[in-house]
């Protein structure tokens, strides 16, 4: 291969590279889009139901993934915005999921299965109700981030990874979640915890069973 022809594809692999990006962002972007419908569908069955009569049995709901889904047979580009539709009402993507959504899109399973295994914010097992991120970043690990996340384990009795048995909460870990400056540090849902005290870890989760009390 010439020189040329060796820099000709490295700029049509960024090129690709940068498209893919951009397909993605516009997936996103259209999924946050979606009618109004839709978005109510994904709140009724992401929240636990207070009410009595609620059918949710994995029956109904997949039934309702592959009504939406076929809707969107057909549209380039749609199958990323279907997989975050389908995991919002079912809670996760395991087989029966991506072959519902495979079957309504028209697409091979292994195209489905692939996208699903491919990026991160896909799961194939049950999530909780809310995700804990733990900081192990440098600047949060050396001021005791570490121990944030072996008081956690202890606490909710799971590993890194795992979702409690109750499916209140999935237990992960990350590189950095912005800050830095006020570490040790830890998210749940996206809501960072500066500064964080083992000791006070047990008031912290207290607020997320507090707030569905009334549905007792």
């Known amino acids: 291969m010439s020189v040329r022809d060796f820099g000709v ?10 498209a893919d990006q951009a397909a993605l962002f516009l997936t996103l972007y259209n999924f946050s889009q979606y009618n109004e419908e839709v978005g109510i569908m994904m709140k009724e069955n992401t929240e636990h139901c207070c009410c009595e009569g609620c059918d949710s049995s994995p029956e ?4 309702r993934i592959g ?23 079912y ?7 991506q072959k519902t959504v495979a079957d309504a899109l028209d697409l091979p399973l292994s195209e489905v299965s692939g996208v699903v295994t491919f990026y ?10 809310h995700t ?27 590993k890194i990874g795992d979702t409690t048995e109750d499916r209140k909460f ?33 008031q912290i989760l207290a607020r997320y069973y507090d707030e569905n009390a009334e549905c007792s």
């Open 120 to 129: 991160s914010f896909f799961s194939t097992q049950p999530r909780g109700e």
């Open 60 to 63: 109904t709901l997949l039934g």
């Open 170 to 202: 999935t237990l992960e870990v990350a590189r950095c979640i912005g800050a830095c400056g006020l570490a040790p540090a830890m998210s749940i849902d996206g809501q960072v915890y500066k500064q964080v005290n083992p000791d006070k870890l047990e």
């Open 9 to 18: 594809s490295i700029i049509q692999g960024v090129r690709e590279r940068a």
């Open 132 to 158: 804990i991120r733990v900081c192990l970043g440098t600047a949060c690990y050396v001021r005791g981030g570490k121990k944030i996340s072996e008081r956690l384990q202890e606490l909710l009795n799971v």
């Open 91 to 97: 809670g996760y993507l395991p087989l029966e999921v």
């Open 67 to 89: 009504e939406l889904a076929s809707e969107y047979r057909g549209k380039e580009g749609s199958l990323i915005s279907v997989l975050h539709m389908a995991q919002g009402i």
